[in-house]
């Protein structure tokens, strides 16, 4: 039988979990930024080789906070771990390793049969993947061991071998030609709030998110979707629509340019910014949002 195996990702926020996920599969299958923990779901991407099938699972960067929104996707992280057959520590080799690093360790030294640890960054100048060796050796001794570039794609292929070598015989649960199992609307929403990030990080670093409203289908083939991104104060509002709406503009025309290279069929976008203080520390909110 062919091998199979789900593989989660974990790493503290910042690490290039997003960028490696992506690398990996070949496609924009999560959404990048330097903001932390951007990815806010688990997100699913696919590689499919005459040996198996990898199906690996994005999540958010674990991070220490009792904040309500850090709490919902340190939760995530924990399901995920829970439902997976192997485990991708992903750390920074130019970041000294910290309480987070601690803490991720700590969780994951009771699973050494099923992690494997990528050093990553290794192409960067202040790299200093012996510190990050002599991190990880005694708090998870056994524990296989690859020094990647997820942004050069440096040993990825030894990675993948690695991880192959862990899996179990099992079935493929994809076809062989799809690279994530995301909906649609998710997909379209992920790119809306990626150019909403990338345009008002300065600004806003934190504070947005999108949800989805409606989409319809014409007979011509357009698929038009309906989204809000949502802010706390009606000051990031102004932020977000910009000068004569030329930010929610310059959101939509980036999100629609990348939307033509992922679907085979017209996407246009309608974008609402709406004003809700509490999303951030509402239930129902984040039961939207984050799921």
């Not at 199979?4 to 999560?30: D, H, W």
């Not at 930024?33 to 080789?49: D, E, H, K, L, W």
Request: hydrophobic share 40%; charged share 30%; with cysteine.
């Amino acid at each position: 039988m062919p091998k199979s195996a789900f593989v989660a990702i974990i790493g503290r926020p910042s690490v290039g979990k997003s960028t490696l996920l992506n690398a990996l599969c070949g496609a924009k299958v999560s959404i990048v930024s330097s903001v932390p923990q951007t990815t806010r779901n688990a997100i699913r991407g696919i590689i499919t080789r005459p040996e198996g099938q990898l199906i690996f699972v994005d999540t958010p960067g674990y991070h220490i906070s009792d904040k309500k929104l850090n709490l919902r996707l340190r939760e995530i992280v924990l399901r995920s771990l829970s439902e997976v057959d192997l485990i991708l520590y992903l750390i920074d080799a130019t970041r000294e390793p910290g309480k987070e690093e601690e803490a991720i360790a700590e969780l994951l030294s009771k699973d050494i049969h099923r992690i494997v640890v990528a050093i990553n960054k290794i192409d960067d100048p202040e790299a200093r993947p012996l510190l990050i060796e002599e991190f990880i050796i005694p708090r998870l001794r056994g524990a296989k061991r690859v020094s990647i570039s997820a942004v050069e794609k440096t040993n990825l292929e030894s990675l993948i071998d690695v991880l192959f070598s862990l899996a179990p015989e099992g079935p493929f649960w994809y076809p062989e030609d799809i690279y994530t199992d995301q909906e649609p609307v998710f997909r379209i929403g992920e790119l809306v709030r990626e150019k909403a990030i990338l345009n008002t990080y300065q600004e806003l670093p934190h504070a947005i998110a999108v949800e989805y409203r409606e989409s319809s289908k014409r007979a011509d083939g357009v698929l038009f979707a309906r989204f809000d991104i949502l802010v706390e104060r009606d000051s990031q509002k102004a932020i977000v629509i910009g000068r004569q709406g030329s930010i929610i503009k310059r959101i939509r025309e980036e999100a629609e340019a990348d939307l033509k290279e992922l679907f085979d069929y017209p996407i246009k976008l309608q974008l609402q910014v709406r004003v809700d203080p509490d999303w951030r520390r509402s239930d129902s909110a984040l039961s939207r949002i984050i799921f």
